[in-house]
């Protein structure tokens, strides 16, 4: 009998693919959620930077979806990542303000599940690699919050002994940690960025044959700056510039692990900053950009908390999509718990936002309405394209309003054109208001 062994081959491999499709079918997405730390709107590529070199974001663009209306509920570091990792309003977290290790012993309430606790039950492999800032203690780690392991600094670079030009400083040493115990002190930053990915590399690569949760959040762009020896120097924008290029190589570098597993049709990436971009202290030195966006980090208005987001899902998010849609962080929360046949939280703020990702027909916004906070309080209360920035304590006065599909750059307030709309917004920020427990930071 003669046999054709090019033909039994191709028979093979098919059934091989065959079986390895079904196989994929039966097991739920992983997730990846890439972080950075004071990035701005248009600090990439594909948001509008001509001065940057982002060709991994821009081919996540390219090959995903660009969200341009996607925000976080502050604009600071800690309450973001809370609201980020729960799915609910900072208010609720017990999180509202940025923590300090000579401030603060307090974390994220154990009454607020994380992503990884949620995903946890589902066999999911979780891990957290990068800056952390929700809680310092050992009891609020992430490997006690879900996490199987973690791999980073447990707040902001700014926090050890040291400041950037090297004085010493009244902190204690910023810990590099590696799951509960301290890995080094004053670890070299310049080498952090490098470092996380090879821990992130070294992650997917042990759990590729099954379902994970990366949570990524990088220490940088936030100050001080520091970028390794291979990209210092090398950006048009300077040493921030540079920041950015080193963080778009280590996207590049976890693209190519999920690609090199033949993992990319069944991995859900996320890229989002944690709030808008810190300025300089002088007009000389290149900084971050919010682009067409009025405000910064510290700032409610849109530059603080409106962020770049881009999320790539082959085969699964239609390629070079955009949503114009209102989303937020908390969303993700219950889309990753939506999407993993996981049990979503009882109480959750955030909504399933798959039906906009996956470019449904007629799918909108979830959010009726939207609260960016400062500190405990409503910042900013955002309904449509309206957004009321209230004064607080000034009842004569009427706040801020704004229309956004007209005035994106907040330079036109029409609070007074439009006092009906003022009231009726406060009372809706009101409202929402006396559905938190009172959990503000101490």
């Not at 510039?241 to 692990?257: C, H, K, N, P």
């Not at 209230?390 to 007074?416: I, Q, T, W």
């Amino acid at each position: 009998m003669n046999i054709n062994f090019p033909s039994v081959l191709v028979i093979a491999t098919a059934l091989l693919l065959s079986v390895s499709s079904l196989i994929a079918a039966d097991r739920p997405p992983n997730f990846v959620v890439i972080l950075t730390d004071d990035q701005g709107y248009a600090d990439v590529g594909c948001f509008g930077a001509d001065d940057l070199a982002t060709p991994n974001l821009d081919r996540m663009r390219a090959e995903g979806m660009r969200l341009t209306d996607f925000h976080v509920q502050a604009s600071v570091c800690s309450p973001t990542r809370a609201a980020l990792l729960t799915g609910v309003y900072p208010k609720r977290t017990g999180v509202t303000g940025v923590l300090s290790p000579k401030k603060h012993t307090h974390g994220l309430s154990k009454e607020t599940p994380t992503i990884a606790e949620v995903l946890q039950p589902q066999g999911y492999a979780t891990m957290c690699v990068g800056k952390w800032h929700v809680g310092h203690g050992p009891e609020f780690l992430p490997t006690a919050r879900g996490f199987d392991g973690y791999f980073g600094i447990p707040y902001s670079n700014d926090m050890g002994m040291f400041n950037g030009k090297g004085e010493k400083r009244d902190f204690p040493p910023l810990p590099l940690i590696k799951n509960k115990e301290t890995l080094e002190e004053e670890p070299d930053q310049s080498q952090l960025t490098r470092r996380y990915t090879e821990a992130a590399i070294e992650f997917i690569d042990q759990n590729h044959d099954q379902a994970f949760f990366l949570y990524f959040p990088h220490t940088f762009p936030h100050r001080p700056w520091f970028a390794s020896e291979k990209f210092r120097g090398k950006s048009k924008r300077g040493l921030y510039g540079d920041m950015i290029e080193e963080i778009d190589w280590s996207v590049g570098q976890v693209l190519a692990a999920l690609k090199r597993h033949s993992i990319d049709e069944q991995t859900l990436v996320i890229f989002t900053s944690d709030n808008g971009p810190a300025l300089a202290t002088d007009a000389t030195t290149p900084h971050g950009s919010a682009g067409p966006l009025r405000g910064a980090k510290f700032s409610i208005y849109e530059g603080g908390h409106r962020v770049p987001c881009i999320a790539r899902w082959p085969n699964h998010i239609p390629a070079s999509s955009q949503c114009d849609e209102l989303t937020t962080a908390m969303d993700l929360m219950p889309t990753f718990a939506k999407l993993a046949n996981a049990q979503t939280p009882q109480v959750v703020d955030g909504h399933d936002i798959w039906p906009l990702l996956s470019k449904a027909e007629n799918a909108n916004t979830p959010h009726q309405v939207l609260i960016h906070f400062t500190g405990g309080r409503i910042g900013a209360i955002r309904r449509g394209p309206w957004k009321l920035i209230p004064h607080a304590g000034k009842k004569s006065l009427r706040g801020e309003l704004y229309d956004l599909s007209h005035d994106l750059g907040e330079s036109n307030n029409v609070s007074v054109q439009h006092p009906e709309l003022v009231k009726e917004l406060t009372e809706l920020g009101e409202t929402t208001m006396t559905t938190f427990k009172q959990t503000d930071s101490p």
